[in-house]
């Protein structure tokens, strides 16, 4: 049963927030496109497998987890987390083509494509010996001690493993059915009473991780970003406020609705929290009134009074 299903990554929608707000001269621009390209890369990658899970009829009671993030020496975050009766199955998605090779000592993962080009990659047996150790020491914060089962699957029928890893299970994608019916050759070591505790406990969890204000990721000043409300329909970025609504002086539509994006947008890129000044500093607005009202009105939850008052998304 899946209680988690596939979802794209959300973070693409804030990189592609953060690159048009920028100038493409910018030093850190060039890394958003490459950053995105890998996360679309491994989501395609996940998605796949999650397409095989969906048809799969698994001889087992299973629940499916897509993108658990979990906390436990630190945060880690599994591609896919899935209870079975034989414990619990970390499943390790990669999305990387070409002619790969496991090499060790230092442990890493070299890519070798058509062309010629290589690219090094962080070890993924590595990684999922990590998350087991991980993922054992966040249920025993529950007192629960059960075996911690992983593979790590290659989505793309355009990789090929030359030299695999010793002593963690890489699997191609089309072995995900075999691989997972053959988890019964294993004892039954979890009772549906277990099974159903386990599950409570990672439904309880929160799905995603605390969301960083971007530019504090990249190191980029907020003087950096251009400012202004985005117009929809033609993607200038200065919208400007005229009575009840919004102007885009490059294609002459309005939006009395445009701001609402432009704040979340600065509670992605900038900050949690937003003030007076700073709403109409990012908004362009040069009216203090106009400012609070439009705070008033975009569902947010006031704090503090008068001169202290800041506003944050209603959803933290
Ligand atoms: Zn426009």
Redesign the pocket.
Known sequence: MILKPYSPTKYVARLSELAERLSPQHPQYSRIPKEIGAIKAGDYGEEIVYKELEQMKLPYQSYIFHKMFLYAECAFELDYLIITPYGILILEVKNIIGELEFSTNPSQLIQRKDDGKITKYPCPANQLNEYKYQLSQFFLQYNISIPIHGVVIFASRNSFIKQSANGVKIIYRNEMRSYLRNLTKNNSTLSKDNMEQIKEILLRRPSSPPTIPLIDHFSIPMEDLKHGVK?K??G?IGMHKIIRTWY?P??K?TNSKAHLKAISTYFSLCKGSITNQECRDFLLLNNRNEAKIILSNSELVKYGKSSTTYYKPSHN
């Open positions: 117009c329909s033609c200038f885009c490059t294609c539509k």
